[in-house]
Structure formats: C-alpha cells, structure tokens
C-alpha cells in the first residue's frame, strides 16, 4: 500500500491547535521532563529506579510527538471553512452523512485529517478506502468501498454539511 504524498488539510483553528501544542512541548514540556528526569536521577541506581524509567519513557513519546507534530505542520494546508460551506461536493474539512447499505441510520464523519478530532462527529481520513471513495461526490451519490476485513461495503450520500 503506497503512502499518501498529499499534504495534510487543516482548519485554521486546528492549525494554531497543534501550533499551541507543539510550542508548549518544545518549551515547557522539555524543561519539565528535563527537571523530573534530573530529580530521578538524584534518587540513585538507575538500573532500579521506576522513576528514572518512567521519565525517560515519557520524554520519548513527547519527543515523538514533537516530530509528528512538526511533519504535520510543515506540510499542512490550511482549508477555507467558508469554502467547505458552499461546497455540494464532499471534500477534505467536509462532514458527510452517510448511511450504509440495508440501513436506515445516518452516520457523520468529518472527512479529514484525524487531527481535528471534531466533538460531534468521528473523523475519517481522505486517503482511507471510506474516504476515497467520498471524495468528489454528491447527496445521491452511492459508493463502494473495501472494508479492512475484505467485504465491499456500499454506502449512499445523504447530506453534506451539518
């Protein structure tokens, strides 16, 4: 399966988000780990010191957070909000309402990066197979796609927007 080179779509407000986050990591976040490591350090033997493990655990992952957060925001591509609005078509930034083949409820994905982590609705990236076969369709529009155990799933567009 070929990684996606497509840059990474963000609102404007989710883009000063991870701006925010990956400022307060690079700054208090290294300092702050930097001191609980020192003060681990200070308790002795760190081949049995629990905490001295711990905090270089977490420095770990906020470092890996810090690159996955400078990656995003290097390519990022800020989406107009007011662009989206007007849109018949479902496109990065968009929510959709789908609803599955035999089924009469209506699900609400944001189709997006999962960096928006949208309050009211699940995200769904644009380069999922779900995501893929959106793009670029109408309310009416009935689409399939390959489920990740093997199934064709088939899903109907009931409303873009909201």
């Given at each position: 399966?070929a990684v ?7 609102t404007?407000a ?7 986050e990956?400022e307060?990591?690079t ?5 702050d780990i930097?001191r609980?490591?020192e003060?681990?350090?200070?308790l002795?033997?760190?081949s ?8 270089k655990d ?9 690159r996955q ?11 107009d909000d ?20 035999g ?17 009211k609705?699940d995200?769904v990236?644009?380069?999922s197979?779900?995501g ?31």
């Open positions: 399966m996606s080179e497509d840059p990474i779509q963000l404007q989710t883009h000063e988000r991870l701006q925010a990956l307060d990591l700054t208090r976040g290294r300092v930097a609980d490591i003060s681990a350090r200070a002795g033997d760190l049995e010191n629990g905490d001295y493990h711990a905090a977490f420095q770990g992952k906020m470092e890996s957070r810090i957060l400078e990656r995003t925001l290097k390519d990022a591509q800020i989406v007011a662009e989206l609005a007007g849109s018949d078509t479902v496109s990065p930034g968009t929510v959709v309402g789908i609803r599955y083949e089924d009469e409820e209506i699900e609400r994905y944001l189709v997006g990066s999962i960096e928006e982590r949208h309050e609705h995200v990236s644009p380069s197979p779900l893929q076969a959106l793009l670029g369709k109408a309310v009416g529009a009935v689409v399939e796609f390959l489920s990740p155990s093997g199934s064709t799933l088939r899903v109907e567009i009931v409303e873009i927007g909201g």
